[in-house]
């Protein structure tokens, strides 16, 4: 696990989406929302490059017998300057 200290979306970041959402849909309540609220907790695994997908699948794999599933799309990124390249996906508990 990398990055843990930044686990947690920094509150500002959770009102200003809150807010957002409730601009947004007027009708729900700030319950509601952040019951919806999909990236509060945050973790990042790092992986060297040799077998990433391996890992990466293995990954989800464990997600998934945790009980947690897919939400949304996967995310990409990269920084050359940096030397870094990511994949990112955001997974629920699911209600089974």
Same mark, same amino acid.
Request: aromatic content about 8%.
């Given at each position: 696990?990398?990055?843990?200290?930044?686990?947690?979306?920094?509150?500002?970041? +959770?009102?200003?989406?809150?807010?957002?959402?409730?601009?947004?849909?007027?009708?729900?309540?700030?319950?509601?929302?952040?019951?919806?609220?999909?990236?509060?907790?945050?973790?990042?695994?790092?992986?060297?490059?040799?077998?990433?997908?391996?890992?990466?699948?293995? +990954?989800?794999?464990?997600?998934?017998?945790?009980?947690?599933?897919?939400?949304?799309?996967?995310?990409?990124?990269?920084?050359?300057?940096?030397?870094?390249?990511?994949?990112?996906?955001?997974?629920?508990?699911?209600?089974?």
């Amino acid at each position: 696990m990398l990055g843990r200290e930044h686990r947690l979306k920094p509150a500002g970041s +959770v009102r200003r989406k809150l807010a957002g959402e409730l601009a947004d849909f007027p009708d729900s309540s700030a319950e509601e929302v952040l019951a919806g609220l999909t990236d509060a907790v945050r973790y990042t695994v790092g992986f060297v490059a040799d077998g990433y997908p391996e890992r990466a699948a293995w +990954v989800l794999e464990a997600l998934a017998e945790a009980g947690y599933e897919p939400v949304g799309s996967a995310t990409r990124g990269t920084s050359r300057t940096r030397g870094w390249s990511a994949a990112g996906a955001t997974a629920t508990r699911s209600s089974r």
